[in-house]
């Protein structure tokens, strides 16, 4: 962080449970736990069910309501939607809820359908996590279609991490930098004068690595180790080594399934 030029060790950080496999109580104990943590901001994977994805928003909002600070609610459709869906879905969500983001909530090429759900609803849509060059923001910036810019560690480095962040500072567009293992894209987030939120799975996801960070009151705090502050336990992840890729893995963050964006109940 400070050969990148960050001025603090601090990055706010928000909690991102990966949570469709949880049921309702899980989901709660995770956000309280997160809660506990200092964090207020959460986000919900959804898509799938809009009414149990209305009661686990709520579910999400009252867990982080323990923190004593008022919860800020993201959530995220991973590309699922059409525009239309997406505006209609996300509407009703805010009849009951003031949405913070709407992560995803079409297609990461649409920049139109993508600026039409912006334009349609109150919550920022933030989009950006699957690209991985400044040239594929430019679409989004130019047309008005992102609220917010989500910069990965797929983004041609750190150097061109850096472009994007720049690109998104010259148009007054704030970014968040997304989720990896033991939050070592904190550095580079750090280093970022428009960076609100980093994303967290948990405190740990840290197997065969041990990384100079650690979560105090909803932020992540950066040590001084050098570089990004990893060291690998190369014995530990010679154990966890597999063969071959299972055949059933697309190799994709988020998988859709056939006709996503057409229709939402399968036809028979």
């Keep these: 962080w400070k050969t990148l030029g960050a001025a603090s060790n601090r990055v706010q950080a928000y909690a991102s449970g990966l949570d469709m496999p949880l049921n309702d109580d899980e989901l709660r104990a995770y956000y309280t736990d997160m809660a506990a943590k200092g964090m207020r901001g959460g986000k919900l994977k959804v898509g799938l069910d809009p009414e149990a994805d209305l009661r686990r928003i709520g579910i999400m909002h009252d867990a982080l309501k323990t923190s004593g600070k008022t919860p800020a609610l993201m959530i995220d459709s991973n590309e699922y939607w059409s525009p239309k869906q997406a505006i209609r879905h996300i509407s009703r969500f805010e009849e009951e809820y003031d949405i913070f983001w709407a992560e995803e909530p079409a297609r ?10 912006s334009q349609g609803v109150r919550a920022a849509v933030a ?15 130019d047309n008005r279609a992102v609220d917010v810019i989500e910069i990965g560690r797929n983004c ?10 720049d690109l998104a500072y010259a148009y007054e567009i704030p970014v968040s ?16 004068p ?3 939120w980093m994303e967290v799975f948990n405190a740990g996801r840290t197997a065969g690595m041990t ?6 009151d909803g932020w992540i705090i950066l040590g001084d180790t050098p570089g990004l502050g990893i060291v690998f336990d190369e014995e530990a992840l010679a154990q966890m080594a597999v063969a071959d890729q299972s055949a059933n893995d ?9 006709g ?9």
Excluded: K
């Design 108 to 117: 990461r090429w649409d920049y139109r359908g993508l600026a039409q759900v």
């Design 127 to 141: 989009t950006g996590e699957n690209l991985d060059h400044i040239s594929e923001f430019m679409p989004l910036v």
């Design 156 to 165: 041609s480095g750190i150097t061109g991490g850096l472009q994007v962040a």
């Design 177 to 192: 930098v997304m989720n990896c293992p033991g939050s070592f894209m904190a550095h580079f987030a750090a280093a970022l």
């Design 194 to 196: 428009n960076h609100i």
């Design 211 to 216: 990384v100079d960070t650690r979560i105090e």
């Design 250 to 258: 697309t190799g994709l963050p988020a998988g859709r399934r056939q």
């Design 260 to 268: 996503a964006g057409l229709y939402e109940v399968a036809p028979e």
